[in-house]
């Protein structure tokens, strides 16, 4: 039995991932006691008004049972709750107590939640099928597909990876069924869905992606496209990305010179095999690679997890959940994994060495997308040597406009919040009067808005823009 004091403390710390005020019971009520199983387990405190207030609940002989028996009815499987009546101020209130459920999902009357925060997040179906196979310990790719015939792979492929394991320093002297049975990729005669995709003797559409060299936005110079199987797909990637960025040969006096390219050629291999292992495959949108002068964008179906987010990422500090077991476990074998996620950390730390603005990691639409920018850092400009104010500033310049001049020419690195502040306007107004600035060609932006900077420029167009 809990006690009155028990409730009164849950009551005053509120709401949160693990519990809720009801002021009666209903439908919504069960939602949450669903949402609770689908998660970490909680209570619904009946009883408490919306202002968090105790008010009581009216109760007869048989509410209790009714209860019991309504969300039996309405859940499936059928949850049963532990419920306790106690009186707070005199006043009676319920706490349904509902545990984790081992199986899920848990529906009620068709639709699955689960709990987020303080609220109950309604899944749609991919969420209700990863949750199905977490708690089987399992993803997609470890599961067999009878639409997969033997002769669909490649046994040359699977030998191919055999050999490359054996450099890694292991033994397999298997040939490559056994191999394939003894790693889950083929289990009673059936192919799993991480083996075809692994080791496809035909291009198939689950695995495209498509590869551009866009001049702008909407600009395409060159396009290609992927449908091999996902080991193969790593190296045709790089060769596009390769095909499409600068390289730098620098002479050294050593018989052999070195090249540097335009970006950290292992951050870029990092993400194309992050992108390809973690890739949600049951997605009807494919992987996209866009190759741009000052960037390169990286979009993969798949967001990340609930349970991490991009802070998450960037610090390192989350635990890793591989969309794709299966997968992620045979390319560790094969020397393409080196650590469960510490890969976005390394990532970083090749930008920072190379002196380039930090990658940029967006959840967007219904995948993640991470750019590469290419650009010097701030701190690398030299912010204490200012540029010289153009000998002719065009006269038809507003004076807010000649500040900015002024103020960029002084600090390269200066942010609109700081050329705001300098003069006294609004940012708004900072930034239609840099937009008319750039446009007369007075000065320009060289790099993203983070880790860029501003450069005054002699190369201006008449206009009679104020």
């Known amino acids: 039995m809990i006690s009155p004091e028990i409730i009164q403390n849950l009551i005053q710390s509120g709401e949160n991932e693990s519990l809720e ?18 998660t970490s387990g909680g209570k619904v405190i009946t009883g408490i008004n919306p202002k968090g207030e105790v008010a009581g609940i009216s109760l007869n002989p048989e509410s209790i049972q009714n209860w019991v028996n309504e969300i039996k009815n309405k859940t499936s499987p059928s949850l049963i709750p532990d419920l306790d009546t106690i009186h707070v101020d005199d ?11 081992p199986i899920k999902p848990v529906a009620t009357r068709g639709k699955y939640f689960k709990r987020v925060a303080n609220s109950n997040h309604l899944l749609d179906i991919s969420e209700v099928v990863n949750l ?27 030998q191919g990876a055999i050999d490359q394991i054996n450099q890694t320093g292991a033994r397999i002297n298997d040939d490559p069924l056994t191999f394939l049975i003894k790693n889950d990729l083929l289990r009673n005669g059936q192919l799993t869905n991480a083996a075809y995709l692994l080791f496809t003797e035909r291009d198939t559409v689950l695995t495209t992606i498509e590869l551009g060299r866009f001049q702008t936005d909407t600009i395409i110079k060159d396009s290609d496209r992927t449908k091999s199987d996902i080991l193969s797909q790593i190296d045709q990637v790089m060769d596009f990305v390769k095909k499409h960025i600068n390289k730098e040969v620098i002479i050294t006096g050593q018989p052999r010179s070195t090249e540097k390219w335009q970006y950290p050629m292992e951050a870029v291999r990092e993400i194309v095999i992050n992108m390809i292992v973690h890739r949600d495959y049951r997605s009807a949108s494919d992987s996209i690679v866009k190759v741009f002068d000052d960037r390169i964008e990286f979009y993969n179906p798949g967001k990340l997890p609930d349970s991490i987010n991009v802070a998450d990422l960037l610090s390192n500090s989350y635990k890793s959940t591989p969309r794709n077991k299966l997968i992620a476990d045979f390319c560790k074998s094969l020397g393409l ?14 930008f920072e060495r190379a002196n380039l603005p930090q990658p940029e990691f967006t959840n967007i639409s219904d995948g993640f997308m991470v750019t590469f920018f290419f650009a010097q850092k701030a701190d690398k400009v030299p912010d204490k040597v200012p540029d010289k104010v153009p000998d002719k500033v065009p006269d038809n310049l507003t004076e807010n406009q000649q500040k900015i001049v002024e103020l960029v020419a002084q600090s390269k690195t200066i942010s609109m919040s700081e050329i705001a502040d300098s003069i006294g306007i609004s940012k708004r107004k900072v930034l239609d009067n840099i937009n008319k600035l750039r446009k007369i060609g007075l000065i320009r932006r060289i790099g993203p808005a983070k880790g860029g900077h501003w450069e005054i420029t002699n190369k201006r167009r008449e206009t009679n823009d104020q």
């Open 337 to 350: 994994i080196e650590k469960y996620g510490s890969g976005i950390r390394r990532v970083i730390e090749y």
């Open 91 to 101: 006043k009676p209130v319920v706490v349904f107590s509902m545990q984790e459920y």
């Open 21 to 38: 005020f009801k002021s009666s019971f209903n439908n919504e009520l069960i939602e949450t006691l669903v949402a609770f199983a689908n």
């Open 132 to 158: 199905h196979l977490q708690s089987f310990n399992t993803s997609w790719d470890f599961h067999l597909n009878s639409q997969f015939k033997i002769n669909d792979i490649s046994l040359d492929k699977v």
